[in-house]
């Protein structure tokens, strides 16, 4: 059994047990979340499409941690110009665990 939600603005194909990292949630490490914007549910031949929405339909999960991504460099240059500009970036992420899909 799987289903597509919309996580702080973004759609993940989740199951239950799955480990998924997203965009910082305000909630704290160990609080359980639950997602209300589900647009798909699939089990097995079964398939429910929402409207955009499947109305009643909710996906739960834990918080375990709040991490920062890995780094990402972000380089610009013209040449012969002398322009050259280094920034970095590190993206702030919740780490869930998926621990039910309901209907």
Same mark, same amino acid.
């Given at each position: 059994? /799987?289903?597509?939600? =919309?996580?702080?603005?973004?759609?993940?194909?989740?199951?239950?047990?799955? #480990?998924?990292?997203?965009?910082?949630?305000?909630?704290?490490? %160990? $609080?359980? &979340?639950?997602?209300?914007?589900?647009?798909?549910?699939? =089990?097995?031949? =079964? *398939?429910? @499409? %929402?409207?955009? !929405?499947? $109305? %009643?339909? $909710? &996906?739960?999960? !834990?918080?375990?941690?709040?991490?920062?991504?890995?780094?990402?460099? *972000?380089?610009?240059? #013209?040449?012969?110009?002398? /322009?050259?500009?280094?920034? %970095?970036?590190?993206? /702030?992420?919740?780490?869930?665990? @998926?621990?039910? @899909?309901?209907?």
């Amino acid at each position: 059994m /799987y289903a597509i939600v =919309n996580i702080a603005g973004q759609q993940f194909k989740v199951e239950e047990g799955q #480990k998924l990292y997203v965009h910082r949630l305000s909630a704290d490490s %160990g $609080s359980k &979340v639950s997602f209300d914007e589900v647009l798909l549910v699939a =089990n097995g031949d =079964n *398939v429910q @499409i %929402g409207k955009p !929405t499947l $109305s %009643g339909a $909710s &996906v739960e999960a !834990t918080v375990v941690d709040h991490l920062k991504d890995d780094k990402v460099i *972000v380089f610009k240059k #013209k040449r012969r110009k002398g /322009y050259r500009r280094k920034k %970095g970036h590190r993206q /702030y992420l919740s780490e869930l665990v @998926i621990e039910k @899909i309901s209907v």
